[in-house]
């Protein structure tokens, strides 16, 4: 396998890749659009900072590519939606650069504060000028934080060190975590009033596009100190050149714009203005702990493992990851079961655990089994990233439960199948760590090896059935290496479940179909 390296991605991080037997890494400094079209069909793996854009035109000819890795937070540089319809995983690395961009956050205010840039250029020019420096001090001052997420905390923490007064606008943050932090959560508006410096810690939406704008502006007390070490936008730029104009904003600090690189600002006339080139991350620190941690995850990708940072997946914790992951091969093997033994256009798929799995965090199960599934019956790429938007586009209405009563099974995964046709169920179990057994069909008791070749006989409880279907099957020389019939009344209903060594020729099944008794016969590959 392959995977392209771009934009300066910390070299020691690398490790992981180059450590991982069968995969070759082509590190290249940058590359355009049109050299990246050109060059993406080859490799299965790309990772990026935040300079190169993984477009959708790119995406289209990306035929093998499997995963997309973010060195960093923010993928707004990546068409997620575009890979994900693809079936592309994108990875990324939110907490290594989280004290990086909180440093440089508070940096720029001590900047701002103390006229730090201003004062050195020009001292540097010759000027020994103290007169036009004279600082304010942070100690007692209001700093008002809006997104109070990873970056947004780690900056309160250390001002608060400082001795300043932390209050934050933050809608999905609840009051108790802001409590612990000592922050008063407080509206946008009351906070744009309160704040004597104001930094932003969001990514950009559109509802936090120009949030900081005319009127948050107008809001703010006269002398506030703005910062943006978040993304470009969230400060309308043409809002705070009016307002450094009129001196209601007393000093800014950019680290981000909306169009980058920005090397021309309309900004950068005034001398209360510093800007830093989307420095925020770049600390030894953290480049070498994104790449490290970026690097492990196109690893872990590549390999069809699940992974912790997945953009597109719901991510699963190491610890529920413990829990499930035994589960997720079998879930995937009912999936595949019951696709090629259901008949007709499948409508519905209802996905029940119970036993040890009724608490648990189950909607990557549910994936897998979508996996299974639409991997049986689909020619394009199916995996955890796209089953859930393929089988949405196909009208499978998908339905999760979990029952916590007292079930006959230490831990069971039921799916019910529906088509215009019929329904059917499929319930499965592990024995003890790793035992797969599929244990009822339809209701029909058996105790199945999930593996390999199957065949599946619904057929009337009595004799003469089982010996004819044996006896075709090994005239074609096919071993069992497995038989169950599972039954609910005598003479009734009953169903056959055979594991094979080989698959079992179309004329074979056609005369197995003919044997008196025998209601259908249907062949699976696990
Ligand atoms: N300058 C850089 O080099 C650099 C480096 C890393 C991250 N960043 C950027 O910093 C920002 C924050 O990163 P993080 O890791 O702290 O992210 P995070 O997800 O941990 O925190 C974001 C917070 O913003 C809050 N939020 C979202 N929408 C909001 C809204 N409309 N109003 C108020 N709050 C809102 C969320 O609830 C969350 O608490 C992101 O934009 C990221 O891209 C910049
Ligand atoms: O890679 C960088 O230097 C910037 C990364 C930063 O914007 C992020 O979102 O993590």
Redesign the pocket.
């Known amino acids: 396998m392959k995977v392209l390296v771009l934009?300066g991605v910390e070299e020691e991080g690398l490790k992981a890749l180059r450590q991982e037997p069968g995969i070759q890494v082509d590190v290249k400094d940058k590359m355009s659009e049109d050299e990246l079209v050109a060059a993406i069909g080859d490799y299965d793996g790309i990772i990026v900072?935040?300079?190169t854009k993984v477009t959708a035109r790119i995406i289209e000819k990306a035929a093998r590519l499997k995963v997309v890795g973010?060195?960093?937070?923010?993928?707004?540089n990546i068409d997620v939606p575009a890979a994900t319809a693809r079936g592309i995983l994108v990875v990324?690395?939110?907490e290594g650069?989280t004290l990086a961009?909180a440093e440089h956050t508070i940096a720029m205010m001590l900047s701002l504060a103390r006229n730090i840039p201003q004062a050195n250029a020009s001292l540097r020019a010759g000027k020994w000028d103290k007169k036009s420096f004279m600082g304010v001090e942070l100690r007692g001052k209001v700093l008002g934080v809006i997104g109070l997420g990873r970056i947004g905390s780690a900056v309160a923490k250390r001002a608060q060190g400082m001795e300043m007064k932390v209050v934050a606008y933050d809608p999905y943050i609840n009051e108790e975590k802001a409590g612990l932090l000592g922050v008063t959560l407080l509206s946008l508006e009351e906070l744009l009033k309160q704040a004597d410096f104001i930094t932003v810690h969001l990514p950009l939406t559109r509802e936090s596009k120009y949030m900081l704008g005319e009127k948050a502006f107008s809001l703010m007390k006269d002398g506030v100190r703005i910062i943006n070490c978040a993304?470009g936008g969230v400060v309308d730029e043409q809002a705070l050149y009016n307002a450094m104009k009129s001196g209601k904003v007393a000093g800014a600090a950019l680290d981000?714009f909306e169009k980058e690189p920005n090397t021309d600002s309309p900004l950068f006339e005034f001398k209360n203005f510093i800007a830093t080139p989307?420095?925020?991350?770049?600390t030894q620190e953290a480049?070498l702990s994104?790449a490290t941690d970026v690097a492990r995850e196109v690893v872990a990708a590549l390999k069809g493992e699940l992974v912790k940072n997945a953009v597109n997946i719901p991510s699963v914790s190491p610890k529920v990851l413990a829990v499930i992951k035994p589960y997720l091969s079998l879930a995937e093997k009912m999936g595949k079961f019951a696709a090629q033994v259901i008949c007709g256009r499948v409508n519905k798929i209802e996905a029940t655990y119970s036993g040890d799995l009724a608490g648990q965090e189950v909607s990557p199960l549910t994936t897998a089994i979508l996996k299974g599934f639409l991997d049986s019956i689909l020619q394009e790429m199916v995996n955890f990233v796209n089953a859930p938007l393929l089988a949405k586009k196909r009208g499978i209405n998908v339905i999760q439960r979990q029952e916590t009563e007292e079930a006959d099974y230490a831990n069971l995964i039921t799916v019910k199948v529906k088509s215009d046709q019929e329904e059917i169920s499929v319930a499965g179990t592990i024995f003890g760590k790793v035992d797969q057994r599929i244990v009822s069909i339809d209701g029909y008791h058996v105790d199945a090896v999930p593996e390999g070749h199957m065949l599946y006989i619904p057929h009337i409880d009595k004799p003469r059935i089982i010996g004819p279907v044996g006896n075709l099957i090994g005239t074609h020389n096919i071993n069992i290496s497995g038989m169950q019939v599972g039954r609910k009344v005598i003479g009734g209903k009953a169903v056959m479940l055979l594991n094979i060594d080989s698959p079992v020729p179309e004329e074979t099944m056609a005369e197995i179909a003919k044997i008196d008794g025998v209601l259908g016969v249907k062949s699976v590959s696990i």
């Open positions: 934009d900072r935040s300079a973010r060195a960093g937070v923010g993928v707004d990324n690395a939110p650069n961009v993304r981000v989307h420095l925020g991350a770049s480049q994104v």
